[in-house]
């Protein structure tokens, strides 16, 4: 099974629509996909049409934004139901203060010497209610400030730099709920890229098997080649479902395609067994 269940369309900070990432996953061999925007169920239709007629299986994913001892951790939620109130309506929550959040970014930036970022950065919003810090990083790799965006990142907008500014998400338990009411499964996305210490790791990961998390993403786009072993070994330990997903979100050079990451180990139960 070759499985990308973790990807990103222009519903919130990618570069393609639903259906040019499906297309996109399916040139890759993709057999089985989700689109899992930030915040956002907007796309699921779409892509979920695009799929079927690209002859892929498709499960409806997102990609929420949490809170969890003052740092931002992702997590995925595959198999929802789209429509599902509770998850509709604790997105919507989570999407408000996006945009002062932007507003407050681009003044800082201002004030290091970078004039116009907000109004660059919404040059590349499909959706206002979701400009994130990758719209960002965009327009400082266009007007020469950064090499590329993971670059833009580690000068700029990553936590603890000169532009980041930090925003309040859901809380974890509020996330799991809102997957769990609607039907799916909770996954933490790209855990090794989470500056947390070993204490801190193990707290995160047994309070969410306490509120019902089953699963980590072991092999992504976001993780090194040394994490995936080494995130394979987390999940035996706790005992995770392992996801996998290549984290795309624009085409280009430095960034996984959809469908071209190793398969997980063949020891780690795939999130996707009991679906299927």
Known sequence: MNADLHCHSTVSDGQLAPTAVAQLAQSGGVTLWS??????????????????????????????????????????????????????????????????????????????????????????????????????????????????????????????KPGYISHRWAKLADAVSWIKAAGGEAVIAHPGRYRYTQLEFDTLFGEFIDMGGKAIEVVTGSHTPDQYGEYAAVARRFGFEASRGSDFHAPGPGTIAPGSLPPLPSDLKPVWERWL
């Open 35 to 160: 689109l899992t925007d930030h915040d956002e169920v907007g796309g699921q239709r779409e892509a979920r049409e695009a799929a079927a007629a690209l002859g892929m299986r498709y499960v409806c994913g997102v990609e929420i934004s949490v809170t969890w001892a003052s740092r931002t951790v992702h997590v995925v939620g595959l198999n929802v139901d789209p429509a599902c109130a509770p998850l509709v309506e604790g997105l919507a929550r989570t999407r408000n203060g996006r945009a002062a959040r932007a507003e407050a970014i681009g003044e800082r930036l201002e004030e290091l010497g970078i004039p116009d970022a907000y109004a660059g950065a919404l040059r590349y919003v499909s959706n206002p209610d979701l400009i994130s810090r990758t719209h960002f990083a965009r327009h400082l790799v266009e007007s020469g400030r950064a090499e590329n965006t993971q670059d833009a990142f580690s000068r700029w907008l990553g936590e603890g």
